[in-house]
């Protein structure tokens, strides 16, 4: 079965760090982009950071920049985001998607497979 499998995120102060995990099964990573994305209630699903298949690429929007960063470990064909300096604003649900080929894309309508998505949510 092709599927992300996510882990990490949950409760933390302002100015603390997570690091999220997305696991691939069934496919493998390489052969991917992932992106990592988030949304709350009532709004879109945002890109938040991606990577390219190959990892010479990579993407963070300006609302996460220096601040998140996305990395992978092809041996455990996982792809992580660690996020640090966390604001109350990052509050929502994550989620890591897959989509074929090299490049990455911010746009979720671009990407085939999806996480099951992760709550973080960072207090003031």
Excluded: H
Aim: aromatic share 8%; glycine share 10%.
């Amino acid at each position: 079965e092709v599927q992300l499998v996510q882990s990490g995120g949950g409760l933390v102060q302002a100015g603390g760090s997570l690091r999220l995990s997305c696991a691939a099964s069934g496919f493998t990573s390489d052969d991917y982009a992932i992106g990592w994305f988030r949304q709350v209630p009532g709004k879109e699903r945002e890109g938040v950071s991606c990577i390219s298949s190959n990892a010479d690429s990579t993407y963070n929007a300006d609302s996460v920049k220096d601040r998140f960063t996305t990395s992978t470990d092809n041996a455990k064909n996982t792809v992580y985001l660690q996020m640090n300096s966390l604001k109350p604003e990052d509050t929502a649900v994550y989620y890591c998607g897959a989509k074929r080929g090299i490049s990455s894309s911010e746009n979720p309508d671009n990407y085939e497979i999806w996480g099951q998505g992760t709550q973080v949510t960072v207090s003031s």
